[in-house]
Nanobody
């Protein structure tokens, strides 16, 4: 069983940067693929980024590729999302997710979710 808690959200101007953190509790953090999803009001949950168990493999949505970087520190049971060159369309609630072996872009494959953290990019 895994519990996830996101932090680091807030208000940022267009072109700015923000770093989100997701702290995990429970056993075997390094056994889980970790991912970030986001959801804007009235829209479906959208894949943002994912990272493999060792951190060697990363995956990104086309909309954030080149701007966002996902990383993990297995010794600290934490995954990060560094967001640069932020745009108003990045505004959403960002969720951390974990699963043993998901199809990384599909939210229905993830068993564990955090509560979410709001990111607002002002224009």
């Amino acid at each position: 069983q895994v519990q996830l808690v996101e932090s680091g959200g807030g208000l940022v101007q267009t072109g700015g940067s923000q770093r989100l953190s997701c702290a995990a509790s429970g056993r075997s953090f390094s056994s889980y693929v970790m991912a970030w999803f986001r959801q804007a009001p009235g829209e479906e949950r959208e894949f943002v980024a994912a990272i493999g168990r060792s951190g060697s493999s990363t995956f990104y949505a086309d909309s954030v590729k080149g701007r966002f970087t996902i990383s993990r520190d297995n010794a600290k049971n934490t995954v990060f999302l560094q967001m640069n060159s932020l745009k108003p369309e990045d505004t959403a609630v960002y969720y951390c997710a974990a699963d043993i072996s998901p199809r990384v872009r599909l939210p229905q494959d993830y068993d564990y979710w955090g509560q979410g953290t709001q990111v607002t990019v002002s224009s």
